[in-house]
């Protein structure tokens, strides 16, 4: 199996900076994807930023500039830099993974998820 954990999370005034960190353990060679996902309060759970194996990125148009995310497939670590930051960007982030391996695909484990660390940026 793939286990997540997340780290980094805090209060952080309007303007500031942050960087959240997932580390995986387990079974890390299966993973795939990295994803960051967040969830504000009342609101469904949105997909921030992604990064493949490879290192191809992709983010939300709501983080497009201001946050970074960055892997490490050595550390099996997947870090989220996030500067400018916003009252709209506090949320509970979630790190995922996708999980390719048969071994556990087959038992239907495609994927992992942290869980969470909670952000707060106040005025």
């Known amino acids: 199996q793939v286990f997540l954990v997340e780290s980094g999370g805090g209060l952080v005034p ?3 900076s942050l960087r959240l ?9 299966c ?3 990295m ?8 609101k469904e759970r949105e997909l921030v930023a992604t990064i493949t194996s ?3 990125t992709d983010y939300a148009d709501a983080v497009q500039g201001r946050f970074t995310i960055s892997r490490d497939n050595h550390l099996n670590t997947v870090d989220l830099q996030m500067n400018s930051l916003k009252q709209s960007d506090t949320a509970v982030y979630y790190c995922y993974a996708d999980v390719v391996c ?13 869980q969470g660390t909670q ?5």
Do not use: F
Request: charged share 5%.
């Open 31 to 33: 993973i795939s994807n």
């Open 35 to 42: 994803t960051w996902y967040r969830q504000a309060p009342g």
């Open 119 to 123: 952000v707060t940026v106040s005025s």
């Open 14 to 16: 309007v303007g500031g």
């Open 102 to 114: 048969s071994a556990y695909v087959s038992r239907g484990l495609h994927n992992s998820w942290g």
């Open 54 to 56: 490879g290192g191809t």
């Open 21 to 29: 960190s997932c580390a995986a353990s387990g079974d890390p060679i």
